[in-house]
């Protein structure tokens, strides 16, 4: 079945830089588009990055433009989120997923743990 493990979070001070990573299993990983999620507290989960099946082409959210880089390596099943510039405003659990979401049995988009990002001094 689908798994998507989240790593790469931890605290930061505003400024400073962190790179998330990915690694799925149980699909053919080359033939999905893959995003980028958060949820900040108290708030509804937000897309932040897409990246295509191959990497040609990637969007990002207005409020991360110029800060974060989305890629992936086709070869390890992997994608990353390399994060510059972090700001208070970034901390969140940050979720990948591919596109479109994996349903559960129950018919609900399946998701990952997350890994958290606390960007404060």
């Known amino acids: 079945q689908v798994q998507l493990v989240e790593s790469g979070g931890g605290l930061v001070q505003p400024g400073g830089s962190l790179r998330l990573s990915c690694a799925a299993s149980?699909?053919?990983?080359?033939?999905?588009?893959m995003r980028w999620y958060r949820q900040a507290p108290g708030k509804e989960r937000e897309l932040v990055a897409t990246i295509t099946s191959y990497g040609l082409a990637t969007y990002y959210a207005d409020s991360v433009k110029g800060r974060f880089t989305i890629s992936r390596d086709n070869a390890k099943n992997t994608v990353y989120l390399q994060m510059n510039s972090l700001k208070p405003e970034d901390t969140a659990v940050y979720y990948c997923?591919?596109?479109?979401?994996?349903?559960?049995?129950?018919?609900?988009?399946?998701w990952g743990k997350g890994t958290l990002v606390t960007v404060s001094s």
């Open positions: 997923n591919k596109n479109p979401p994996q349903k559960t049995p129950a018919g609900m988009d399946y």
């Open positions: 149980g699909f053919i990983f080359r033939s999905y588009a």
